[in-house]
C-alpha cells in the first residue's frame, strides 16, 4: 500500500481498539506530530471499508487535537475481516499498553494467541484499566507453585481481605480520567470502577441469594487457596486483590454498577448542569458517574443504612463546588416527595433496582427483598411504588431509564423486564424502547473448565410526556 492525504473529517476512530497509552506518552506523540507531522507517512492511519481506524487510533486524536485538516493514511479495505483484526493487534503490540477488557470481548483467545499476544489473564471482568501485565509465560521455575501459593496464603491470612482502598488523590485523578473520557468509549469501561469500592467495603459481605460472598470463601482455606492456584495459573498473585475468588465453590458477590457508564447515561440524555434522580442508589457506582458527568444535582435513595452512609461519606470526600448530593436512607415505597421536596425537580432519572430477591444487600426489615418473598406482592408494592416515585420526580417531558434483567431464582424465571414495561406504563409513563446494556463477558465453570461467555442487560427507556 502506499499512503495518501485524506480530509480528516473523512476518518472515523475504532471504538473497539485493544490498545491505549498513558497520558504522558500521548503527550509526546502529540509534541512529534506537533512538530514533525511528515513523518506520519512513514506510519499513516490504516483504514477499513468504512473509514474505520484499523491502526492509528491516537494518531488520529492527536492530528484531531492538532486541528490538522487532513492526514496520511493507507487503505486496508481489500483485506478480509480475518486479516484486519489481525492487523489490529500486530499494528498494536509493540505500542502503549493492552486494554485487556477489550480484548477479552473482541478477539478470540486462540487468534489473540496465534498472532503473538500471550499470557493475559483470562477474566477480564476483574482487571484495572491501569493495570500493566508482562506477558512472559513462565518456562523455568525457582519457586514451585505450592511454594507460592503457601506464601501468598500466609500473607493474606495475617493481612486480612484486600478490600479496595484508594487514597484521595488515587479517586481524584479516575474521576478526571473518566470525566475526560470520550463518551462513545464508556459503553464497557471499568475506570473509577474501585472508587465506589473504596467506600462500600460491605458489599464484599454479600451476595447472590444462596450463594457465598467473597468475604466467606476467603475464610474458608479451601476456597482461598483454590483462588491462589487459579490466579496463578492464569495471571499473577497480588496483594492487592483476589479475581479469582468469585469462581470458587459457589461465590457470588451482590454486583455494582460501572461509573463510566452512568456518566454515559447522565451525559447522553439530560442536560449541562441537570439533576438527575436515583430511586435505588446502591454501592454508588451511579453516584461515582455523577461526579465526572455534567450534571449538577444527583439525588439519591437507598434503605440500607450501610449503603447511605458510605454514598454520604463518597460524596462529601469527593465533591466540589459545582456539585450538590441529597440522599435519603429510605425504601423506595415509603418516600413522600412532597416531605422532601423533590415533586417534579429532576430533568433525568436513572436506576437499577433489587432484581427481586436475586440479591440479598442486608438482613434489614427495609430491603425489599425482606418485606415482599412473593413475587406478586413485590411488584404491586415495590416496582409499581417505584416507578411512580420516578415519574413524580421527574419534570414533564424529561426520560427515565431503568437497568433490569429477567432473573432465575431456584429454576424459576421471573420476567422482570416486561413486568417493568407495564408497570411504567400503568403509572403514566410512555414507553420508547429498550436497549442493551453490555456487561463484561462472564466467566463460569462448566465441567472443570473455564468458559468465557457474553454478557448483557436491558435498559428500558420511558419518557414523561
Not at 506523540?29 to 484499523?54: C, G, H, K, Q, Y
Not at 484486519?84 to 489473540?112: C, P, R, S, V
Not at 487459579?230 to 483476589?242: D, F, G, N, Q, V
Request: aromatic residues 12%; glycine residues 4%; hydrophobic residues 35%.
Amino acid at each position: 500500500m502506499s499512503a495518501e492525504l485524506i480530509s480528516i473529517k473523512k476518518i472515523k476512530p475504532n471504538p473497539k481498539n485493544p490498545r491505549f497509552i498513558k497520558d504522558y506518552k500521548y503527550k509526546e506523540l502529540l509534541e512529534s506530530l506537533r512538530t514533525s507531522f511528515w513523518m506520519m507517512e512513514a506510519r499513516p492511519i490504516v483504514v477499513d471499508e468504512n473509514m474505520v481506524v484499523l491502526g492509528g487510533n491516537q494518531r488520529l486524536r492527536a492530528c484531531q487535537e492538532l486541528k490538522y485538516k487532513e492526514v496520511w493514511f493507507e487503505d486496508g479495505s481489500k483485506w478480509t475481516k480475518e486479516q484486519q483484526a489481525e492487523f489490529i493487534i500486530k499494528d498494536n503490540t509493540h505500542y502503549g499498553e493492552w486494554d485487556y477488557d477489550m480484548l477479552a470481548n473482541e478477539f478470540e483467545q486462540k487468534d489473540l494467541q496465534a498472532w503473538g499476544v500471550t499470557g493475559f489473564p483470562f477474566d477480564a471482568d476483574d482487571i484495572d484499566e491501569e493495570d500493566s501485565f508482562d506477558q512472559l509465560i513462565v518456562t523455568t521455575q525457582r519457586y514451585t507453585d505450592k511454594e507460592i501459593i503457601d506464601d501468598a496464603y500466609e500473607y493474606y491470612c495475617k493481612a486480612g481481605f484486600p478490600y479496595p482502598d484508594l487514597t484521595k488523590f488515587e479517586m481524584m485523578q479516575e474521576i478526571n480520567k473518566l470525566a475526560s473520557m470520550p463518551l462513545e468509549d464508556c459503553q464497557r469501561s471499568r475506570i473509577a470502577y474501585k472508587v465506589a469500592d473504596t467506600f462500600h467495603k460491605h458489599r464484599f459481605h454479600s451476595s447472590a441469594i444462596n450463594m457465598k460472598s467473597p468475604f466467606d470463601s476467603f475464610n474458608i482455606e479451601k476456597n482461598l487457596r483454590k483462588a491462589l492456584k487459579m490466579e496463578l495459573s492464569e495471571a499473577t498473585i497480588k496483594k492487592t486483590t483476589i479475581p479469582f475468588l468469585n469462581l470458587v465453590n459457589g461465590t457470588q458477590a451482590c454486583a455494582n454498577f460501572r461509573p463510566a457508564y452512568a456518566r454515559l447515561m447522565y451525559d447522553r440524555h439530560s442536560p449541562d448542569k441537570s439533576v438527575v434522580f436515583d430511586s435505588s442508589t446502591g454501592y454508588g457506582g451511579r453516584l461515582t458517574g455523577f461526579l465526572a458527568s455534567n450534571c449538577s444535582k444527583y439525588i439519591g435513595v437507598d434503605p440500607n443504612t450501610l449503603t447511605h452512609k458510605a454514598n454520604q461519606k463518597l460524596f462529601n470526600t469527593l465533591k466540589n463546588n459545582n456539585k450538590e448530593c441529597q440522599l435519603i436512607n429510605l425504601p423506595a415505597e415509603d418516600v413522600n416527595v412532597d416531605e422532601h421536596k423533590i415533586k417534579g425537580v429532576a430533568d433525568f432519572s436513572f436506576t437499577s433496582p433489587p432484581y427481586f430477591t436475586k440479591e440479598i444487600y442486608s438482613d434489614e426489615e427495609t430491603q425489599s427483598c425482606n418485606r415482599y418473598s412473593e413475587y406478586a406482592h413485590w411488584m404491586l408494592n415495590f416496582l409499581q411504588p417505584m416507578m411512580k416515585l420516578n415519574y413524580d420526580v421527574l419534570k414533564s417531558g424529561g426520560k427515565t431509564i431503568i437497568n433490569i434483567e429477567d432473573v432465575k431464582i431456584k429454576n424459576k424465571v421471573y420476567p422482570l423486564v416486561e413486568d417493568t414495561i407495564e408497570a411504567g406504563k400503568d403509572v403514566g409513563f410512555e414507553y420508547i424502547k429498550t436497549e442493551v446494556f453490555e456487561l463484561q463477558n462472564r466467566t463460569t465453570m462448566q465441567d472443570g473448565i473455564k468458559v468465557s461467555v457474553p454478557a448483557f442487560e436491558r435498559v428500558i427507556i420511558f419518557k414523561k410526556s
